[in-house]
């Protein structure tokens, strides 16, 4: 346990799961739903440990673009069924089970999503069903795989055609018209059209999705100041819960001005210095980005 722990009483970020797989790729954390025989469907057990890390790793100061990707062929194919045949608990009901545990435990996925302050870049491929699409929408970013396709599978059981704040994100990511056609109708739409839609930021092929995205968030850290990177995040999904336009501005001001006087901030306005440009070169480490 290192003094950030120990005299700051955080937890250890030991990230010990079973249905969720995270791999430390630097300051890169690629997080892998661990079900491939279900399809990486939303059992309970996986949504609890998904909510666990994104609350935990929001405290990781080594993490700084988180990966999501799913084991196997699919991405997250929607709620597990056999979860969902699940007796309520004791004193319980099932409409209180439903809407207490079950509801809430989905939508806390993209709840705790929105709030983490590392951005999240999704590598997608196969199925994305149901409360699977909701999650592909709150992604940051989207690499997908050839074979990606989302629907809203809840229609085709009578359910609506949205939850888990699929109704929020989609149309600010492709249109009203387009969400609407995604989400009124049952059919898979395919990675290639939603491309088209401005959905994802590149489709490559299925075995390359995880990589590409590794090198996107790679990209990102190498060029950025840790704590920038977060306010920067913290702006962009402050401008799509509909803060208005002065409200926005002063966001940012506050922002430039903390980011400005950070260890970073002052670094890098003195690398930018022409005056520096040879103790740039003679000492590149001294103007490296380190702050979280």
Known sequence: ?????????????????????????????????NDAGNLNAMSYQQMSEFNDFLIKVRLDKDCRVIVLTGEGKSFCAGFNLNDLALDPPEDMGRIQR??????????????????????????????????????????????????????????????????MSGSFYLPKIVGYARACEILMNPKRFGAEKLYEWG???????????????????????????????????????SSLDGTSFETQIKMENRNQVLASNTHDGIMGTLKMNPKNKEDVKANPDKYAFHNM
């Open 98 to 163: 439903d809407f207490y545990v079950m509801q809430r435990m989905c939508s806390d996925q993209v709840v705790n999503m929105h709030r983490c302050e590392q951005p999240i870049i999704g590598a997608l491929k196969g199925y994305a069903v149901g409360g699977g699409l909701s999650l592909a929408c709150a992604c940051d970013m989207r690499i997908l795989g050839e074979s990606f396709k989302m629907n809203a599978g809840y229609l085709s059981i009578g359910y609506t055609g949205t939850d």
């Open 199 to 237: 959905f994802a930021n590149k489709v490559v092929a299925d075995d390359d999705v995880v990589e590409e995205a590794v090198a996107l968030g790679q990209q990102i850290c190498d060029s950025t100041a840790p704590f920038g990177l977060r306010l920067t995040k913290e702006a962009l999904k």
């Open 1 to 33: 346990m290192s003094v950030y722990q120990e005299s700051y009483h955080l937890p250890e970020f030991d990230y010990d799961y079973e249905k969720l797989l995270i791999d430390k790729r630097g300051p890169v954390y690629v997080c892998s739903f």
